[in-house]
């Protein structure tokens, strides 16, 4: 059974930085897509980035492309998005999520996943 566990989030001003991380385990991670969604208060969960963990490949929300960057560390299966410049559009609880990379599901969409973390929140003041 995949587990995940985020960590990382936290209370930062605009323009600041965090680093958001997922630890995983349960799973054979080179059979997976990994991605991290994020809900703020009354709005529905929104797709952030993935990263296909057999080679890398990468696709972001345009409204993150350029300050968020996802990355993987196979040695200790952990996921990360490093957040900078960040905004207070950018407050949020984000979320660590896992579907299997065979699936022709739209990895956009929540439904597409089948392990989620609990999430951590990210706040920004402005």
């Known amino acids: 059974q995949v587990q995940l566990v985020e960590s990382g989030g936290g209370l930062v001003q605009t323009g600041g930085s965090l680093r958001l991380s997922c630890a995983a385990s349960?799973?054979?991670?080179?059979?997976?897509?990994l991605s991290w969604f994020r809900q703020a208060p009354g709005k529905e969960r929104e797709f952030v980035v993935s990263i296909r963990w057999i080679d890398g490949f990468t696709y972001y929300q345009d409204s993150v492309k350029g300050r968020f960057t996802i990355s993987r560390d196979s040695a200790k299966n952990t996921l990360y998005l490093q957040m900078n410049n960040l905004k207070p559009e950018d407050t949020a609880l984000y979320y660590c999520?896992?579907?299997?990379?065979?699936?022709?599901?739209?990895?956009?969409?929540?439904?597409?996943?089948?392990?989620w973390g609990q999430g951590t929140q990210v706040t920004v003041s402005s």
């Open positions: 999520a896992a579907r299997t990379r065979y699936s022709s599901s739209d990895g956009r969409r929540p439904e597409a996943y089948n392990y």
């Open positions: 349960g799973g054979t991670f080179r059979d997976y897509i």
